[in-house]
């Protein structure tokens, strides 16, 4: 699948129902804790768009540097730790 492909199912898919990240800041501070990765990580097994989301973290994968996607850590801005 295209990144613009999965681009499309996944706005699709958040036209339809709001995904369970939804106005929570941590899915993309990059000073989370371990403990909030671990939350973070059962939001989006949760998530009703959990697919159409891993499909396009993968198909876009080298410009998701920072955050948290599809149930994954990306990295961190700037340099700053590790990327996962």
């Not at 499309?8 to 000073?31: I, Q, V, W």
């Amino acid at each position: 699948m295209t990144a613009a492909h999965a681009w499309e199912a996944l706005s699709d898919a958040l036209t339809a129902t709001a995904p369970a990240c939804a106005g929570d800041d941590r899915f993309t501070d990059d000073g989370r804790s371990e403990a909030t990765n671990a939350d973070l990580e059962s939001i989006c097994a949760a998530c009703p768009v959990l697919a159409e989301c891993r499909a396009y973290a993968l198909a876009e994968s080298r410009h998701l540097i920072v955050g948290y996607w599809a149930g994954r850590r990306r990295g961190t801005r700037q340099g700053q730790g590790a990327a996962a």
